[in-house]
C-alpha cells in the first residue's frame, strides 16, 4: 500500500470577530486579510490584503505573517510566527485597536441546538456549524458580492445572490435575487420566494444555513463528505434483467475507491446511478446523509463527472480550454479576473503549469487526462467520478493518473473511479470488485481482495467470474467477515429505503442563452483558427470547385456550357457547405453532453455552430460564385435577373443552397454514431444531390421522384438559378422546361424560400436529434 500523508491531529477551534465565527478544521489553511476571497475577512484598512494565514501543524495550530504591512500582535509584541490554541488573542494592524480574533474550543453540540444539516434523525451523520451568527431582524443579503451582509467566497455564487426576510409574524422567507445557478429550500429549487417552516435547509452554492434558535448557522461543504449507497438496483426489459443487484458500500471522507469488474457487471450503470445520470430503480444513495435523489437539484452542483473521452477541444491551448469551461460554468457576474484565478488555481494542482500554453492534442494521454480532471475541479466538487481514466494508457501513465487521484482525494475529496486496470489498485482506500450481473463480488481493502477470491493474480479472478456462473460470488461475500466488517459495521447512516418515483429537473443555467452563445462561438471560432487542416480545406474548396465551372462556362453561358456551369456550382454548393459540417456534432458528442448535464443551453450550442459554420459556408459560396461566372457573360434576358443583378441572384442561391447543405451536414452528423462513417456518407450526399437536382433527370411530371426531389435542395437551388437565367431560352429541351425553370418572380421566390424552409426543418430535426444523446433530466 502506497504511504498515506500524515493527518493533522491539531485540534478544531472556533475563531471569533465582531462580525460572527469561524469553525476551523485542521484538514485546511485559513488565509486572513481585506481580501474578499479569503477565508477570514478583516474589512480594515490597516490590515494588509494578504495578511497572515492559520494553519495545523502536527498536533497544534500556528499563525503566520506574511509580511504584512502593519503586523499581527499577540500578548501586546509584535509576531511573525506564533503557536496558537484556545484562549489565544490576536490582533491585526494595530496591536491597541485593530481588529480583534479570539480563539476557543470547539464545545460538543448541544443536542438541542443541532439542526436539520448536523442531526442524525435526519441525516444520519453529525456536523458542526462553520460560522455561527444571530439572526437578522431586517432583510439579510447574501452574495459574493463584499458589500452583502453575509459574503460567500464561491464563484458558483451570484454577487447578489438572495435575501433571508423576517415576516410580521416572527418568521422567515428566503428570497432569490434571479441567481444564476439557484437558491435552493430542502433540496428544491426556490423559484422567487419560500417561507421556511421549522428544520428547513436553506442551500446556497457550497453551503447551506439553517435557523437553530435566535442563530443563522451556516454549514460549508468542503469536500469532506461521506456516500453511503444502499440496496441500489437497476433493471431493464420491465425488470425481467438485472443491471445492478441491490449494491450497497459505504464510502468515507478522502476515500478513493476503485470499481472493477468484467464487461457487462454493471460498472456504467453504477457510476450513472451515483452521478444521477440514470437513477437507480431502488435504493438510496445518501451524500453525507442527504438523499441525492431528492436533493438532487442542489447536490448536483458539487459532481464532478470525468467520462472516458476528453471533454476537451483538442486544437486549443489548455488555458484557454479550461477558460472557455469556466466562463460557461460559473454565474454570469463573474469577473474575468475571478475566472482567471480559478483556472490558474486548477493548474497548479493538477501540475499544469509547464503545459498550459500547449494545445490538448500535443500532450501525452496522462496530461490530457490531467486537463479533463482540472475542467471538472473549476467547480470545486466535493464528489469526482471518472470513467476509464487509465484507457489507452501505457503502465507509467496509468500509474501516474492513479498517483494523480491519490492526490486528489488527500487534498479533500471523495474519488470513485471506474477501471479495467488492476495495475495500481495498491493506491486505493476501497475496492469494488461487481460480478455479471451487477452483483458485489467484494468490498473492502484492495490488497485483501485476491486472498479472499482464492487466487494470486487478477486474470484468474476475472476469467472465474466469466466461467464459474452458477456461483453465487454476493451470497459468499454476505457471509464472509469481510462484508461484516467493511460494510455492515461500517456503515454509520440508517437505511432509508426510498419510496416513489424519482423527480428531477434539469439545472439552471449559469449564463443566459445569449451569453452562452456568446461563448460558444469564441469558442468554436477558436478551435477551427486553430485547425490548419480545416483552413486549407475551407480556402481551397471554393477556388478548386469555383475554377471548375469557369472552365466549362468559358467567356460565356452558351448552349453547350450553360447546363454544367450550374451542376458544378450546385455540386460545389452543396460539398462546400456539407463537408463543414458532416463531422461537427458527432466529434463533440462527449463534450456536449457533459456541459449539456451543467447546464448548456441546447438552443445556444446548435446556434453556435449554425452561425460560425454559417458564416464561412455563405462566405466560401460567394468565393466559388465569383471566381466560376465573373466577367462571364451570363446571357441573361434583357441582361437582367428576375428581381436584381443576375450575377447577384445566382450569388444568392448557391449561398443559400450551400448554408442548406450545411445544415444537412449536421443533420448527418447528429444521426450517425461514429465519426468514421460520416465521409462515406457526405460522397452518397454529393451523388444524390447531382441525381436530383433536375440537371440530369427529367423530375417534373414523373410520380414519386419529383416528390422526393422536394427534399432535394439542389433541386430548388438549380430551379432559382435557372430561372434567373431563363434556361429554356438558353438550353432548349425537356429537361430546362421545367416548370421551377420559369423566368418568373413568383417561380424564383418559391425555389429560395423552399431552401429557407428545409434549411428550417433540418434544423429542427437536429435539435430533436441532439436531445437523444443527453442525460435523462435534461430531456425534460
Same mark, same amino acid.
Given at each position: 500500500?502506497?504511504?498515506?500523508?500524515?493527518?493533522?491531529?491539531?485540534?478544531?477551534?472556533?475563531?471569533?470577530?465582531?462580525?460572527?465565527?469561524?469553525?476551523?478544521?485542521?484538514?485546511?489553511?485559513?488565509?486572513?486579510?481585506?481580501?474578499?476571497?479569503?477565508?477570514?475577512?478583516?474589512?480594515?484598512s490597516?490590515?494588509?490584503?494578504?495578511?497572515?494565514? /492559520?494553519?495545523?501543524?502536527?498536533?497544534?495550530?500556528?499563525?503566520?505573517?506574511?509580511?504584512?504591512?502593519?503586523? %499581527?500582535?499577540?500578548?501586546?509584541?509584535?509576531?511573525?510566527?506564533?503557536?496558537?490554541?484556545?484562549?489565544s488573542?490576536?490582533?491585526f494592524?494595530?496591536?491597541?485597536?485593530?481588529?480583534? *480574533?479570539?480563539?476557543?474550543?470547539?464545545?460538543?453540540?448541544?443536542?438541542?441546538?443541532?439542526?436539520? *444539516?448536523?442531526?442524525?434523525?435526519?441525516?444520519?451523520?453529525?456536523?458542526?456549524?462553520?460560522?455561527?451568527?444571530?439572526?437578522?431582524?431586517?432583510?439579510?443579503?447574501?452574495?459574493?458580492?463584499?458589500?452583502?451582509?453575509?459574503?460567500?467566497?464561491? +464563484?458558483?455564487? $451570484?454577487?447578489?445572490?438572495?435575501? #433571508?426576510?423576517?415576516?410580521?409574524?416572527?418568521?422567515?422567507?428566503?428570497?432569490?435575487?434571479?441567481?444564476?445557478?439557484?437558491?435552493?429550500?430542502?433540496g428544491?429549487?426556490?423559484?422567487?420566494?419560500?417561507?421556511?417552516?421549522?428544520?428547513?435547509?436553506?442551500?446556497?452554492?457550497?453551503?447551506?444555513?439553517?435557523?437553530?434558535?435566535?442563530?443563522l448557522?451556516?454549514?460549508?461543504?468542503?469536500?469532506?463528505?461521506?456516500?453511503?449507497?444502499?440496496?441500489?438496483?437497476?433493471?431493464?426489459?420491465?425488470?425481467?434483467?438485472?443491471?445492478?443487484?441491490?449494491?450497497?458500500?459505504?464510502?468515507?471522507?478522502?476515500?478513493?475507491?476503485?470499481?472493477?469488474?468484467?464487461?457487462?457487471?454493471?460498472?456504467?450503470?453504477?457510476?450513472n446511478?451515483?452521478?444521477?445520470?440514470?437513477p437507480?430503480?431502488?435504493? %438510496?444513495?445518501?451524500?453525507?446523509?442527504?438523499?441525492?435523489?431528492?436533493?438532487?437539484?442542489?447536490?448536483?452542483?458539487?459532481?464532478?463527472?470525468?467520462?472516458?473521452?476528453?471533454?476537451?477541444?483538442?486544437?486549443?491551448?489548455?488555458?484557454r480550454?479550461?477558460?472557455?469551461?469556466?466562463?460557461?460554468?460559473?454565474?454570469?457576474?463573474?469577473?474575468?479576473?475571478?475566472?482567471?484565478?480559478?483556472?490558474?488555481?486548477?493548474?497548479r494542482?493538477?501540475?499544469?503549469?509547464?503545459r498550459?500554453?500547449?494545445?490538448?492534442? $500535443? +500532450?501525452?494521454?496522462?496530461?490530457?487526462?490531467?486537463?479533463?480532471?482540472?475542467?471538472?475541479?473549476?467547480?470545486?466538487?466535493?464528489?469526482?467520478?471518472?470513467?476509464?481514466?487509465?484507457?489507452?494508457?501505457?503502465?507509467?501513465?496509468?500509474?501516474?493518473?492513479?498517483?494523480?487521484?491519490?492526490?486528489?482525494?488527500?487534498?479533500?475529496?471523495?474519488v470513485?473511479?471506474?477501471?479495467?486496470?488492476?495495475?495500481? /489498485?495498491?493506491?486505493?482506500?476501497?475496492?469494488?470488485?461487481?460480478?455479471?450481473?451487477?452483483?458485489?463480488?467484494?468490498?473492502?481493502?484492495?490488497?485483501?481482495?485476491?486472498?479472499?477470491?482464492?487466487?494470486?493474480?487478477?486474470?484468474?479472478?476475472?476469467?472465474?467470474?466469466?466461467?464459474?456462473?452458477?456461483?453465487?460470488?454476493?451470497?459468499?461475500?454476505?457471509?464472509?467477515?469481510?462484508?461484516?466488517?467493511?460494510?455492515?459495521?461500517?456503515?454509520?447512516?440508517?437505511?432509508?429505503?426510498?419510496?416513489?418515483? *424519482?423527480?428531477?429537473?434539469?439545472?439552471?443555467?449559469?449564463r443566459?442563452?445569449?451569453?452562452?452563445?456568446?461563448?460558444?462561438?469564441?469558442?468554436?471560432?477558436?478551435? #477551427?483558427?486553430?485547425?490548419?487542416?480545416?483552413?486549407?480545406?475551407?480556402?481551397a474548396?471554393?477556388?478548386?470547385m469555383?475554377?471548375?465551372?469557369?472552365?466549362?462556362?468559358?467567356?460565356?453561358?452558351?448552349r453547350?456550357?450553360?447546363?454544367?456551369?450550374?451542376?458544378?456550382?450546385?455540386?460545389?454548393?452543396?460539398?462546400t457547405?456539407?463537408?463543414?459540417?458532416?463531422?461537427?456534432?458527432?466529434?463533440?458528442?462527449?463534450?456536449?453532453?457533459?456541459?449539456?448535464?451543467?447546464?448548456?443551453?441546447?438552443? @445556444?450550442?446548435l446556434?453556435?455552430?449554425?452561425?460560425v459554420?454559417?458564416?464561412?459556408?455563405?462566405?466560401?459560396?460567394?468565393?466559388?460564385?465569383?471566381?466560376?461566372?465573373?466577367?462571364?457573360? #451570363?446571357?441573361?434576358?434583357?441582361?437582367?435577373?428576375?428581381?436584381?443583378?443576375?450575377?447577384?441572384e445566382?450569388?444568392?442561391?448557391?449561398?443559400?443552397?450551400?448554408?442548406? @447543405?450545411?445544415m444537412?451536414?449536421?443533420?448527418?452528423?447528429?444521426?450517425?454514431?461514429?465519426?468514421e462513417?460520416?465521409?462515406?456518407?457526405?460522397?452518397?450526399?454529393?451523388?444524390?444531390?447531382?441525381?436530383?437536382?433536375g440537371?440530369?433527370?427529367?423530375?417534373?411530371?414523373?410520380?414519386? #421522384?419529383?416528390?422526393?426531389?422536394?427534399l432535394?435542395?439542389?433541386?430548388?437551388?438549380?430551379?432559382?438559378?435557372?430561372?434567373?437565367?431563363?434556361?429554356?431560352?438558353?438550353?432548349?429541351?425537356?429537361?430546362?422546361?421545367?416548370? /421551377?425553370?420559369?423566368?418568373?418572380?413568383?417561380?424564383?421566390?418559391?425555389?429560395?424560400?423552399?431552401?429557407?424552409?428545409?434549411?428550417?426543418?433540418?434544423?429542427?430535426?437536429? $435539435?430533436? +436529434?441532439?436531445?437523444?444523446?443527453?442525460?435523462? *433530466?435534461?430531456?425534460?
Open positions: 500500500m502506497a504511504e498515506r500523508p500524515v493527518a493533522s491531529t491539531a485540534p478544531e477551534l472556533v475563531l471569533k470577530t465582531e462580525t460572527g465565527s469561524v469553525v476551523m478544521s485542521p484538514s485546511h489553511a485559513y488565509r486572513v486579510g481585506r481580501d474578499p476571497l479569503g477565508d477570514i475577512v478583516l474589512d480594515d490597516r490590515v494588509s490584503w494578504h495578511h497572515a494565514v /492559520l494553519k495545523p501543524d502536527g498536533d497544534h495550530w500556528t499563525l503566520q505573517d506574511e509580511q504584512s504591512t502593519n503586523g %499581527t500582535y499577540a500578548d501586546g509584541g509584535r509576531v511573525h510566527k506564533w503557536d496558537v490554541g484556545p484562549g488573542v490576536l490582533r494592524g494595530s496591536p491597541s485597536d485593530g481588529p480583534c *480574533v479570539v480563539l476557543a474550543g470547539r464545545p460538543p453540540p448541544a443536542p438541542e441546538r443541532l439542526s436539520a *444539516v448536523a442531526n442524525p434523525v435526519l441525516t444520519g451523520t453529525y456536523r458542526q456549524p462553520t460560522s455561527v451568527r444571530p439572526l437578522p431582524t431586517r432583510a439579510f443579503r447574501i452574495g459574493r458580492e463584499p458589500d452583502n451582509d453575509l459574503v460567500l467566497h464561491d +464563484l458558483v455564487v $451570484s454577487r447578489r445572490h438572495a435575501e #433571508l426576510h423576517t415576516l410580521p409574524d416572527g418568521t422567515f422567507e428566503i428570497v432569490d435575487l434571479g441567481s444564476h445557478n439557484g437558491t435552493y429550500l430542502n428544491q429549487r426556490v423559484e422567487d420566494r419560500a417561507r421556511l417552516g421549522p428544520g428547513a435547509i436553506v442551500g446556497i452554492g457550497h453551503s447551506a444555513f439553517c435557523l437553530v434558535g435566535d442563530e448557522q451556516e454549514y460549508v461543504d468542503t469536500g469532506d463528505v461521506s456516500l453511503d449507497v444502499q440496496d441500489l438496483s437497476v433493471a431493464v426489459d420491465r425488470g425481467r434483467k438485472a443491471l445492478l443487484d441491490h449494491v450497497s458500500f459505504p464510502v468515507g471522507q478522502k476515500c478513493l475507491l476503485a470499481v472493477v469488474g468484467p464487461s457487462g457487471a454493471g460498472k456504467s450503470t453504477l457510476l446511478a451515483l452521478t444521477g445520470q440514470r437507480a430503480d431502488h435504493g %438510496t444513495v445518501l451524500y453525507d446523509g442527504r438523499d441525492l435523489y431528492r436533493d438532487y437539484a442542489e447536490l448536483r452542483q458539487r459532481i464532478g463527472l470525468v467520462p472516458q473521452d476528453d471533454i476537451l477541444h483538442a486544437q486549443l491551448t489548455v488555458r480550454a479550461l477558460s472557455y469551461a469556466a466562463e460557461l460554468r460559473f454565474p454570469q457576474d463573474t469577473a474575468k479576473a475571478e475566472r482567471r484565478e480559478r483556472v490558474d488555481e486548477v493548474i494542482e493538477l501540475g499544469l503549469e509547464q498550459a500554453r500547449q494545445p490538448v492534442h $500535443s +500532450l501525452s494521454g496522462g496530461q490530457r487526462k490531467r486537463v479533463s480532471v482540472a475542467l471538472e475541479l473549476l467547480t470545486k466538487p466535493s464528489l469526482l467520478f471518472l470513467d476509464e481514466p487509465t484507457s489507452g494508457l501505457d503502465p507509467g501513465m496509468d500509474r501516474s493518473v492513479m498517483h494523480m487521484l491519490r492526490g486528489l482525494a488527500d487534498d479533500g475529496r471523495t470513485i473511479v471506474v477501471t479495467h486496470s488492476v495495475l495500481s /489498485l495498491d493506491v486505493c482506500d476501497r475496492l469494488l470488485v461487481l460480478a455479471p450481473g451487477g452483483r458485489t463480488a467484494y468490498y473492502g481493502p484492495p490488497e485483501e481482495a485476491l486472498e479472499f477470491f482464492g487466487f494470486t493474480q487478477w486474470p484468474e479472478a476475472f476469467e472465474a467470474f466469466e466461467r464459474d456462473t452458477e456461483r453465487d460470488w454476493a451470497e459468499e461475500y454476505r457471509a464472509s467477515g469481510f462484508h461484516r466488517r467493511y460494510v455492515a459495521d461500517a456503515t454509520a447512516q440508517p437505511s432509508r429505503p426510498r419510496s416513489g418515483p *424519482v423527480i428531477m429537473t434539469p439545472p439552471p443555467r449559469p443566459s442563452r445569449g451569453a452562452q452563445l456568446g461563448t460558444l462561438v469564441r469558442r468554436y471560432t477558436a478551435a #477551427l483558427g486553430a485547425d490548419r487542416t480545416f483552413l486549407v480545406i475551407m480556402v474548396l471554393p477556388f478548386v469555383g475554377a471548375m465551372a469557369r472552365a466549362l462556362a468559358g467567356g460565356a453561358l452558351t453547350d456550357t450553360a447546363m454544367n456551369a450550374l451542376l458544378i456550382l450546385c455540386v460545389g454548393g452543396v460539398l457547405g456539407a463537408a463543414n459540417a458532416v463531422r461537427e456534432l458527432v466529434k463533440e458528442r462527449v463534450i456536449y453532453r457533459r456541459e449539456r448535464a451543467v447546464g448548456l443551453s441546447r438552443s @445556444a450550442y446556434m453556435s455552430k449554425v452561425v459554420l454559417g458564416t464561412v459556408t455563405v462566405l466560401q459560396a460567394v468565393v466559388l460564385t465569383l471566381v466560376a461566372l465573373y466577367g462571364v457573360d #451570363l446571357g441573361a434576358p434583357g441582361g437582367g435577373g428576375v428581381l436584381l443583378p443576375p450575377l447577384v445566382i450569388t444568392a442561391a448557391v449561398a443559400l443552397l450551400a448554408f442548406t @447543405a450545411m444537412l451536414g449536421l443533420l448527418v452528423s447528429a444521426l450517425v454514431r461514429k465519426e462513417v460520416t465521409m462515406p456518407l457526405l460522397v452518397l450526399l454529393a451523388i444524390v444531390q447531382v441525381v436530383f437536382c440537371a440530369l433527370l427529367k423530375l417534373d411530371g414523373v410520380p414519386g #421522384l419529383e416528390q422526393l426531389a422536394w432535394v435542395p439542389s433541386r430548388w437551388a438549380l430551379g432559382a438559378m435557372a430561372g434567373t437565367l431563363d434556361l429554356a431560352r438558353i438550353v432548349p429541351g425537356d429537361l430546362t422546361g421545367d416548370p /421551377l425553370f420559369r423566368h418568373s418572380t413568383g417561380v424564383w421566390l418559391l425555389d429560395i424560400a423552399m431552401l429557407v424552409v428545409l434549411s428550417a426543418l433540418f434544423g429542427h430535426l437536429v $435539435s430533436r +436529434l441532439l436531445r437523444r444523446h443527453e442525460p435523462a *433530466v435534461m430531456r425534460k
